[in-house]
């Protein structure tokens, strides 16, 4: 598997996890208030999003590529351990797997009790599937920047994040209810293991070291961090089998 | 003020996460691999058995039974 083909997978699945969570909030907001706000918040946060894009990303491609490598793929691997530890927590039961049914039931619940609001803009609805889409999106466009300009393929991530936002709106749209049935953490754990290992690889290369194979290496790096998470989330596992009996078995979020 | 506090809890929460352990591991291996690299070794095999190691300790942090802490 190429390079460009890996960079497009993560992203792709990156903004498609970060995309489900941000439609089940802005699919509750517009049905149960008003469909024309919510549109304006969300064209707002994706204008603020693309900005912010823009800026990152013209920016990080002023800097030395070896500079730029060893900032990004550091912030790479903290970020994509973040996201594996989390997706490890959730795969070995210490932690609830994400519920968008809930979610979707909570968010209606507070928007109906958030009571009505004369005509023009509801400044609810707008503030909701804004705040939603702004915060879910800023992950992605952490990564589209970092992954795009490190490989200094900005227009491949840019493609993939705009592809997967597609894909998932137009689910949404088509099931007009959240998409519970999408494998959020299996799609997680996945990003997080190429965040990792593209990490890995930019930050030591940014360092000054010279991987043996050069691009080569990355998928071998890809299943090290796959089969190491592996061995974690089984040994994780049989622990909690042992701390259910014992009556601890899950860890704030 | 409260804003900027609020703007600066966010930017940490983004950038370090649920465990400041993984990102100081990161920092110290890529400094440990700059400095061997300034030396003239090539060390490449410093990043890979950190990053796992502090995964596999923040997740070991993160799972002890709460009677052991």
């Given at each position: 598997?190429?390079h460009e083909?890996?960079l497009?997978?993560?992203?792709?699945?990156?903004?498609?996890?970060?995309a489900?969570?941000?439609?089940?909030?802005?699919?509750a907001?517009?049905?149960?208030r008003d469909?024309r706000?919510t549109w304006?918040?969300?064209?707002?946060?994706?204008?603020?999003l693309?900005?912010?894009?823009?800026?990152?990303?013209?920016?990080?491609?002023a800097l030395?590529i070896?500079t730029?490598r060893?900032?990004?793929?550091?912030?790479l691997?903290?970020?994509?351990?973040q996201?594996?530890?989390?997706?490890i927590?959730?795969?070995?039961?210490f932690k609830?797997?994400?519920?968008e049914?809930?979610?979707?039931?909570n968010?209606?619940?507070?928007a109906?009790a958030a009571?009505?609001?004369?005509?023009?803009?509801?400044?609810?609805?707008?503030t909701?599937?804004?705040?939603?889409?702004?915060?879910?999106?800023l992950?992605v466009?952490f990564?589209?920047?970092?992954?795009?300009?490190?490989?200094?393929?900005?227009?491949?991530?840019?493609?993939?994040?705009?592809?997967?936002?597609?894909?998932?709106?137009?689910a949404?749209?088509?099931?007009n209810?959240?998409?519970?049935?999408?494998?959020?953490?299996?799609?997680?754990?996945?990003v997080g293991?190429m965040?990792t290992?593209?990490?890995?690889?930019?930050?030591?290369e940014?360092a000054?070291?010279?991987?043996p194979?050069?691009?080569?290496?990355?998928?071998?790096?890809?299943?090290?961090?796959?089969l190491?998470s592996?061995?974690?989330v089984?040994?994780?596992?049989?622990?909690?089998?042992?701390?259910?009996?014992?009556g601890?078995g899950?860890?704030p979020? | 003020?409260?804003?900027?506090?609020?703007f600066?809890?966010?930017?940490?929460?983004?950038?370090?996460?649920?465990?400041p352990?993984?990102?100081l591991?990161?920092?110290?291996?890529?400094?440990?691999?700059a400095?061997?690299?300034?030396?003239?070794i090539?060390?490449?095999?410093?990043?890979?058995?950190?990053?796992?190691?502090?995964?596999?300790?923040?997740?070991a942090?993160?799972?002890k039974?709460?009677?052991?802490?």
């Amino acid at each position: 598997m190429s390079h460009e083909t890996l960079l497009f997978l993560a992203v792709f699945l990156a903004c498609a996890v970060e995309a489900v969570e941000a439609v089940t909030v802005v699919l509750a907001v517009g049905v149960t208030r008003d469909w024309r706000s919510t549109w304006f918040g969300v064209c707002a946060a994706l204008l603020a999003l693309a900005l912010i894009v823009a800026i990152l990303g013209s920016a990080l491609t002023a800097l030395p590529i070896s500079t730029l490598r060893l900032v990004v793929g550091g912030l790479l691997l903290v970020f994509g351990l973040q996201w594996l530890r989390k997706a490890i927590l959730r795969a070995s039961g210490f932690k609830a797997l994400p519920d968008e049914e809930a979610a979707f039931a909570n968010e209606i619940a507070a928007a109906r009790a958030a009571g009505a609001e004369g005509r023009g803009i509801d400044g609810y609805a707008f503030t909701v599937a804004s705040k939603s889409v702004l915060l879910e999106g800023l992950e992605v466009a952490f990564i589209v920047v970092t992954l795009g300009g490190s490989q200094k393929s900005f227009g491949l991530a840019l493609i993939a994040a705009t592809t997967a936002l597609l894909v998932v709106v137009a689910a949404g749209a088509l099931a007009n209810r959240p998409l519970s049935r999408v494998p959020e953490n299996t799609l997680k754990y996945a990003v997080g293991v190429m965040l990792t290992s593209f990490g890995t690889f930019w930050a030591a290369e940014g360092a000054g070291a010279s991987w043996p194979g050069e691009d080569a290496v990355i998928p071998a790096l890809i299943a090290l961090t796959l089969l190491s998470s592996l061995a974690l989330v089984r040994a994780l596992r049989r622990r909690h089998t042992g701390t259910l009996s014992s009556g601890t078995g899950t860890v704030p979020a | 003020m409260s804003y900027v506090r609020s703007f600066l809890a966010f930017l940490y929460d983004f950038a370090v996460g649920d465990d400041p352990l993984i990102a100081l591991t990161v920092a110290v291996a890529l400094s440990a691999t700059a400095a061997l690299a300034a030396v003239g070794i090539n060390a490449w095999w410093v990043l890979p058995p950190a990053a796992i190691g502090a995964l596999a300790r923040s997740l070991a942090r993160a799972t002890k039974p709460t009677d052991e802490k």
